[in-house]
């Protein structure tokens, strides 16, 4: 699914993520309308954006992948954690 905004100024693309005079009213179109034209310059949404690791290895420790593993199996199967809440609470950091 395409996601295209239009103005009389251009078109705003996020499929491509682009900006662009594409579709914005051409001097002779805005005269006639008594539309001052003003088309946007063409150019990428993602110009000096920064990236994101988004590998397998970003980082998290084996404890807590361990940790989220074991609770989404006992959502799907309605069994009882390896720890209960009273387990986690009492091991949270008391950096306060």
Do not use: Q
């Amino acid at each position: 699914m395409k996601e295209l905004y239009r103005s009389n100024f251009g078109t705003l693309d996020l499929d491509k993520n682009v900006i662009s005079p594409e579709g914005g009213l051409d001097e002779g179109a805005g005269k006639a309308m008594g539309i001052k034209t003003n088309k946007l310059t063409l150019h990428s949404l993602l110009e000096g954006v920064a990236t994101t690791d988004t590998g397998a290895r970003t980082g998290v420790d084996e404890a807590t992948s361990a940790n989220m593993k074991n609770w989404m199996e006992c959502i799907r199967n309605g069994k009882t954690p390896n720890a209960n809440i009273e387990a986690g609470y009492s091991t949270r950091s008391r950096s306060a």
